[in-house]
Nanobody, 121 residues
Framework: QVQLVESGGGLVQAGGSLRLSCAAS????????MGWYRQAPGKQRELVAS???????NYADSVKGRFTISRDVAKTTVYLQMNSLKPEDTAVYYC???????????????WGKGTLVTVSS
């Protein structure tokens, strides 16, 4: 029943900003962590940013100082504020929920369908 719904992707010029949102829906008891991954054409998927249930954050070196991950109080919605965007940031961004516990599943991982971010130069 768990579903991750992403929004906020689009086209932006270099130096601009975008804010991605991801909401986890369903009967969820707990989530260990949520994060954002991205995959550019011809490249492997990489972790962009993550936040644990305890509030600890982790960022890829390439986005430190430019991107900020945050969450709501319920810890079921995460955001990725992306500033000073570069053409190299162009990719499909995927939302991830790790270690999800539901009435029927234990410590499962879920992924969103992805949202495309295109940064023009």
């Amino acid at each position: 029943q768990v579903q991750l719904v992403e929004s906020g992707g689009g086209l932006v010029q270099a130096g601009g900003s975008l804010r991605l949102s991801c909401a986890a829906s369903g009967t969820i008891f707990s989530i260990n962590a949520m994060g954002w991954y991205r995959q550019a054409p011809g490249k492997q998927r990489e972790l962009v940013a993550s936040i644990t249930s305890g509030g600890s954050t982790n960022y890829a070196d390439s986005v430190k100082g430019r991107f900020t991950i945050s969450r709501d109080v319920a810890k079921t919605t995460v955001y990725l504020q992306m500033n000073s965007l570069k053409p190299e940031d162009t990719a499909v961004y995927y939302c991830n929920a790790d270690g999800v516990v539901t009435p029927s599943t234990w410590l499962m991982d879920y992924w969103g369908k992805g949202t495309l971010v295109t940064v023009s130069s």
